[in-house]
Every structure is written in C-alpha cells, then in structure tokens.
T-cell receptor, first 113, second 118 residues
Framework: KQEVTQIPAALSVPEGENLVLNCSFT??????LQWFRQDPGKGLTSLLL?????REQTSGRLNASLDKSSGRSTLYIAASQPGDSATYLC????????????FGAGTRLFVKA | KAGVTQTPRYLIKTRGQQVTLSCSPI?????VSWYQQTPGQGLQFLFE???????NKGNFPGRFSGRQFSNSRSEMNVSTLELGDSALYLC?????????????????FGPGTRLTVL
C-alpha cells in the first residue's frame, strides 16, 4: 500500500530564503509525482509534474526532483516571497496497476516579510 | 480554456439526507477524479472515471457513488449523510491518451464543494 510522507509539516522562513520541501513514498511503481499548492479554503493549483522517467522539472523559482529508487522527491523554492505562503502537497499517481493518486499531508509554509 | 468547475460551491445538509455534487472537466479531458479533504484525514481519493467507466475506487463506504456522462461531466452522490461527511470535495480532470500507451498528465483541480452536515 502506497504511503506518502511530507517533511516538515510546517515551516516558517524569512523572505528571500531558499528552501526545500521533502516528500517520500513507499512504492516506487509510480506513473508520476505532482506538486501542488493550496491556499486556505481553496482548491489545488498544480506547480510541477514529474513523469516516472524524468529526474526533475523546473518552473520559474521552483525546481522539483524525483528519485524513484529511493522513493523521494524534493521541491526547491528559490528566493522565497510572502506570496509563497501556502500549503504544499505532494501527490503520487499510479498505484497497484491503477491510476489512484495518493497525497501527502502537506507542508504548511509561511514566509515572513 | 475554462478550468474545472464544480457546483454547488457550498452546501448545508442534515444527517440522513442525500447530496449530489457536479463536476465539469476541462474541455477535452476524459478523466475525472474525486477527492475528500478533511482537517483530520487530509486529501483522500474517492474514485476516478474515464470514458464513463469507474477505473478505481478508494476506501469509502458504498454510500459514496459516482458516475460520468458521455460529455465527461461527472457527478458524485452521498446518501444517508453523516456528520463525518462534512468536508471539502474536490474534483480533478486530466487528459489520458491511449493507443500507443497510457500517458498520464497533470491533474487540474476545481475550487471544490464545501459540504456541511448538521
């Protein structure tokens, strides 16, 4: 059974700091891994999608890496801004021959101005 | 291109009632997934539909059901509502292509339906 864990659960950093969010999963038989952002009371916004054959993806100040063999992914945020404050969720898709998506519990990020 | 839409955005029901939520995927997307989000359990997978067929189902009781129409729009139904069903219900659509092989793509989420059961 796939389990997804995100560390840390919460993080508070000053503006301008570079930071890394971690995601680990127990079953390496995945189709892809996706990082999302969720603002309070809102839906999810897709940030980056990494297919199982890829090692990393970049979008602006965001870089996500994937190491299937070790069951890990990291989301790197460069030069953090107060607008980055949100909950970041990691989701693994494709479990047990199907297309189920399993989410981590998220990392709540607060960037102080 | 319009995003994923969900209706209604807010619902208040009482225990024992039933509810139907609707999701319209992005045009051209044929896969629709449903999730329940609660503070205690986080985001949990309910079920996924592709071309009107349920492909997967999460670990939820039979009171939770869904369907997908030929235009890819999807509905989920919860019967005999319980207090614990209060949650944000999120729908996501993605483009799945077949032929040379199944390719999975980015899931795009709607704003959700906030269900409160009293």
């Amino acid at each position: 059974k796939q389990e997804v864990t995100q560390i840390p659960a919460a993080l508070s950093v000053p503006e301008g700091e570079n930071l890394v969010l971690n995601c680990s999963f127990t079953d390496s038989a995945i189709y892809n891994l996706q990082w999302f952002r969720q603002d309070p009371g809102k839906g999810l916004t897709s940030l980056l999608l990494i297919q199982s054959s890829q090692r990393e993806q970049t979008s602006g100040r965001l870089n996500a890496s994937l190491d299937k063999s070790s069951g890990r992914s990291t989301l790197y945020i460069a030069a953090s801004q107060p607008g980055d404050s949100a909950t970041y969720l990691c989701a693994v898709r494709g479990v047990g021959g199907g297309f189920k998506t399993i989410f981590g519990a998220g990392t709540r990020l607060f960037v102080k101005a | 291109k319009a995003g994923v839409t969900q209706t209604p955005r807010y619902l208040i029901k009482t225990r024992g009632q039933q509810v139907t939520l609707s999701c319209s995927p992005i045009s051209g997307h044929r896969s629709v997934s449903w999730y329940q989000q609660t503070p205690g359990q986080g985001l949990q997978f309910l079920f996924e539909y592709f071309s009107e067929t349920q492909r997967n189902k999460g670990n939820f009781p039979g009171r939770f059901s869904g369907r997908q129409f030929s235009n890819s729009r999807s509905e989920m139904n919860v019967s005999t509502l319980e207090l614990g069903d209060s949650a944000l219900y999120l729908c996501a659509s993605s483009l799945l292509t077949s032929g040379e092989g199944i390719r999975t793509d980015t899931q795009y989420f709607g704003p959700g339906t906030r269900l409160t059961v009293l």
